[in-house]
């Protein structure tokens, strides 16, 4: 089966744009987390979403937000970019809200570069 | 507060060698132990994982100790091959929460 479908896979934007991105998690799975990697700092996760509704934050400003679709699609929105949201931005899916023993499955992530 | 860390950022091991990745934790609630694999331009993908209540798993090639006591955890890699060359990542979580990751260690395998 497919796995987690990140789009695009690259991007490019100018400070104090806004920028929208996209997951698509394996068929079935109901749970979308989201992390950012930098350089030196690992994953940091962002949030979770299960069944349409935020489960789990992490520690980051509110220009950062996310919603999930009836399908379970997720997006994420970051507003007003500043130099620091430059990153590769990934996305996890599983069946249930939070992690298991498996662990999640991840995209192949979204490169956000910000100029 | 980091709950979960690394402290090797980078290590270098011989073809055939073992490699042993190291991991310390804070938070005594975390119940499950996670290692995952990451190549550049790519997720990063499950390796292996402990339960708590075990000090010993291991698959293939892999093999990952969890001493409770001194909230740590490793794992060994034998023999190490060229392929294994990547970013490795400790992570741990608890009841339902979120996957807390670590910085990473970058495994390199010289032939």
């Known amino acids: 089966k497919a796995g987690v479908t990140q789009t695009p896979r690259y991007l490019i934007k100018t400070r104090g744009q806004q920028v929208t991105l996209s997951c698509s998690p394996i068929?079935?799975?109901?749970?979308v987390s989201w992390y950012q990697q930098t350089p030196g700092q690992g994953l940091q996760f962002l949030f979770e979403?299960?069944?349409?509704?935020?489960?789990n934050k992490g520690n980051f400003p509110g220009r950062f937000s996310g919603r999930q679709f009836s399908n379970s699609r997720s997006e994420m929105n970051v507003s007003t970019l500043e130099l620091g949201d430059s990153a590769l931005y990934l996305c996890?899916?599983?069946?249930?809200?939070?992690?298991?023993?498996?662990?999640?499955?991840f995209g192949s992530g979204t490169r956000l570069t910000v100029v | 507060d980091q709950q979960v860390k690394q402290n090797s950022p980078s290590l270098s091991v011989q073809e055939g060698r073992i490699s042993i990745l190291n991991c310390d934790y804070t938070?005594?609630?975390?119940?499950?132990f996670l290692w995952y694999k990451k190549y550049p331009a790519e997720g990063p993908t499950f390796l292996i994982s402990?339960?708590?209540?075990?000090d010993k798993n291991e698959d293939g090639r892999f093999t990952v100790f969890l001493n409770k006591s001194a909230k740590h955890l490793s794992l060994h890699i034998v023999p190490s091959q060229p392929g294994d060359s990547a970013v490795y990542f400790c992570?741990?979580?608890?009841?339902?929460?979120?996957?807390?990751f670590g910085k990473g260690t970058r495994l390199s395998v010289i032939a």
């Open positions: 979403y299960f069944s349409e509704t935020q489960r």
């Open positions: 992570a741990a979580f608890s009841g339902n929460t979120p996957l807390v």
């Open positions: 996890a899916s599983t069946e249930i809200q939070g992690a298991t023993m498996e662990g999640y499955t």
């Open positions: 402990i339960s708590s209540i075990k």
């Open positions: 068929s079935g799975h109901r749970s």
């Open positions: 938070n005594s609630m975390f119940d499950y």
